[in-house]
C-alpha cells in the first residue's frame, strides 16, 4: 500500500518569499494533519482536516499560513511571507477515521516531510 | 510548563543492556498515549500505544500512570537498530472520528545503542 506522498522535499527560499507544499494522503484515509517540526523538537499541529472541513486550526499561524483540501484528498500548505522561524520540516499524516465511526484508535501515518530552510 | 516533557538525553546504552524512558504529560483531560520512533531524517512511525494495564510487545514495555501523569518505555537487550529518538505522544480524544485529535508530541528522547 502507497503511504502519504509529499512534494517537494526540500526547498530553500528567501525571507519573506511564499512557498508552498503539497500532500497526497492514503488512499481512502478521511483525516489529513499537518505537522510542524522545528529541528530538537517534537511535531506541532498546525491543521486537521476531516474530508475537505477544518476541525481544529487553532495552532496555524493564520497571518501567514493557509492550508486547504479541496477535494477532500489532496492538501496545499501555504506560507506567506516565510519568516526564519519557520524554518522546519513540515510532515503531513492521514488517518482512517471516518466522522461519525465507532471507536477506532486511528493510527496516524506520516509522510517524508518537506525540509523548508528560509534564508 | 510544556504538555509533554521528556528528558532529551542523549541515553548511550552499550548493546544487550536495558534502559528506561520516561515521560509526563501536564493535560489531565488526555485519553491516548503512545510511543512513537523517529530516526534520522525520517519521519515518526507508530512504536505501540500505551495502556494503564501495561503493554509489551516484543522487547519493549510501556506502561501508563494515570494518576501520576506519567508513561514509560522499557527496552530489553537492546540492539544496535534501536538508536532513534523515542517520542512521547498524547492525544485528548480515545477515538477518532470526526473531532479534533491531534497528536501532541514530547521533544523526544535521543537513544545511541553502543556496540
Known amino acids: 500500500e502507497a503511504g502519504v506522498a509529499q512534494s517537494p522535499r526540500y526547498k530553500i527560499i528567501e525571507k519573506r518569499q511564499s512557498v508552498a507544499f503539497w500532500c497526497n494522503p492514503i488512499s481512502g484515509h478521511a483525516t489529513l494533519y499537518w505537522y510542524q517540526q522545528i529541528l530538537g523538537q517534537g511535531p506541532k499541529l498546525l491543521i486537521q482536516?476531516?474530508?475537505?472541513?477544518?476541525?481544529?486550526d487553532s495552532q496555524l499561524p493564520k497571518d501567514r499560513f493557509s492550508a486547504e483540501r479541496l477535494k477532500g484528498v489532496d492538501s496545499t500548505l501555504k506560507i506567506q511571507p516565510a519568516k526564519l522561524e519557520d524554518s522546519a520540516v513540515y510532515l503531513c499524516?492521514?488517518?482512517?477515521?471516518?466522522?461519525?465511526?465507532?471507536?477506532?484508535?486511528?493510527?496516524?501515518?506520516f509522510g517524508p516531510g518537506t525540509r523548508l530552510t528560509v534564508l | 510548563r510544556k504538555e509533554v516533557e521528556q528528558d532529551p538525553g542523549p541515553f548511550n546504552v552499550p548493546e544487550g543492556a536495558t534502559v528506561a524512558f520516561n515521560c509526563t504529560y501536564s493535560?489531565?483531560?488526555?485519553?491516548?498515549f503512545f510511543w512513537y520512533r523517529q530516526d534520522c531524517r525520517k519521519e515518526p512511525k507508530l512504536l505501540m500505544s500505551v495502556y494503564s494495564s501495561g503493554n509489551e510487545d516484543g522487547r519493549f514495555t510501556a506502561q501508563l500512570n494515570r494518576a501520576s501523569q506519567y508513561i514509560s518505555l522499557l527496552i530489553r537487550d537492546s540492539k544496535l537498530s534501536d538508536s532513534a529518538t523515542y517520542l512521547c505522544v498524547v492525544k485528548k480524544s480515545m477515538y477518532s472520528g470526526g473531532g479534533a485529535d491531534g497528536l501532541t508530541f514530547g521533544k523526544g528522547t535521543h537513544l545511541i545503542i553502543q556496540p
Open positions: 493535560n489531565s483531560a488526555s485519553q491516548s
Open positions: 482536516f476531516q474530508n475537505n472541513g477544518v476541525v481544529d
Open positions: 499524516a492521514s488517518s482512517l477515521a471516518l466522522a461519525g465511526g465507532p471507536g477506532i484508535m486511528g493510527e496516524q501515518f
